[in-house]
């Protein structure tokens, strides 16, 4: 009985002393958004991986490039929507 009370005495004073209230709180991270501008343009590569070597298949590469048209619309009950437009090269 004296041996549990020794150990339930030792396993309560680890957990005060691990529980230190002067360590680094995690700060929240905050996320900063750009919004696109009218006219801008982005390419995206799209292709199938070869799962042997881990590469590229050049067969079923496709390129699509998305360009920003109008910023700020309100849409479906939505505001500060994006309108884009998508050409596959």
Known sequence: M???LILIL???T?????CNK???????ITDTYVQAKVGSSFTFDEYTIDPES???ISENRDNTMQTILTTGMNFMGKTNVTKVVSNNR
Do not use: D, M, R, T
């Open 2 to 4: 004296k041996k549990v």
């Open 22 to 28: 002067e360590s680094n709180p995690v700060k929240p």
């Open 54 to 56: 881990g590469l590229p």
């Open 10 to 12: 030792i396993a309560i």
């Open 14 to 18: 680890i957990l005060f002393v691990s």
